[in-house]
């Protein structure tokens, strides 16, 4: 009696865990620290009403008499406050989990925003070519001769003043994301246009053609795909900048406002404080905005070297 044998196809979580990214991954040690410490700061962001003993949004549980207790650490704390409290009365690590995840949710829509209109830029720009890839380019060099705080200080100035304080709090996420993300697109747009300036000379393209495909099809359908590689190396990097340009915004009073706490409002409201005694009110939230900016920016760091061949070593 013969024994048959089958073999069957590895899954897609075979693959992924088969692939050269993830065994570099495996390898990498800061990679992987890095990706722990991140996920754990996300978990605890998007789940801050079930980690958060208090809602800071809630005035019904904030009390001003409460205000600038120090962390259990600290001699004169208040055990229910693990991190102290706030010069409002607010639990301290509560809104810090609020606050890391508003913080994450404008640096994240802001590189939605930015990789949507640099995409399309750059892909117009390297498949049409001639006076369009020239227009497109002048205007990512004018964009790119300005720093993003400096439009996006001009820009979040004139509209608080032209709206009113009370209209521009209401809607200054919006505000927010739509600044960052359209100050930072030219990044994308030329790496983009790079690339499909060397893809479009390829034989798949030309069969593409050849087959009728319109450019649309040809350029989002069969270009972008082989553009990805860099994409994501830069929104990861674009994500810590996102976030740093949010706090540094609110820090300087143009971005989240006190009743809707971000890491950058935070750090600057207890700024104020620092002097007097009430330091954990600012170091804390800056503490955690440097961690999660620097394991964004290694795991980076990390995936540029996967994803380019020239540097990836295995």
Known sequence: MSSITTNQDPSRWEKIWQSNMAYSFRRNPVAM???????IIVLAAVFAPVFAPFDPYDPNQIDIMNSEYPPVWVEGADPQFMF???????????TILYGTRLSLLIGL???ALQAFLGITIGLTAGYVGGRVDNLLMRMADIQ????????????LAI????????????????????????AEWPQYARTVRA????EKKKEYVDS??????????I????????????IFVISTVQVANAIISEASLSFLGLGMPPSQPSLGSLISSGFDYIFSGSWWITVIPGVILVVLVLVINLLGDWMRDVLNPKLYKG
């Open 109 to 111: 829509c802001a590189v």
């Open 84 to 94: 102290g409290t706030d010069d409002q009365g607010r639990d301290l690590w509560s």
């Open 208 to 217: 593409a053609r050849v087959l009728g495909f319109g450019p649309l099809r």
């Open 33 to 39: 620290v890095s990706f722990a410490i991140f996920a």
């Open 144 to 155: 790119l001769s300005f720093s993003t705080l400096m439009v996006a200080i001009i820009f």
């Open 159 to 182: 509209t608080q003043a032209v709206f009113g304080s009370q209209t521009f709090n209401r809607f200054a996420i919006y505000f927010l994301i739509a600044v960052i993300g359209i």
């Open 219 to 230: 350029m989002f359908r069969h270009i972008l795909p082989n553009s990805l590689s860099p």
């Open 195 to 198: 690339t499909v300036l060397a």
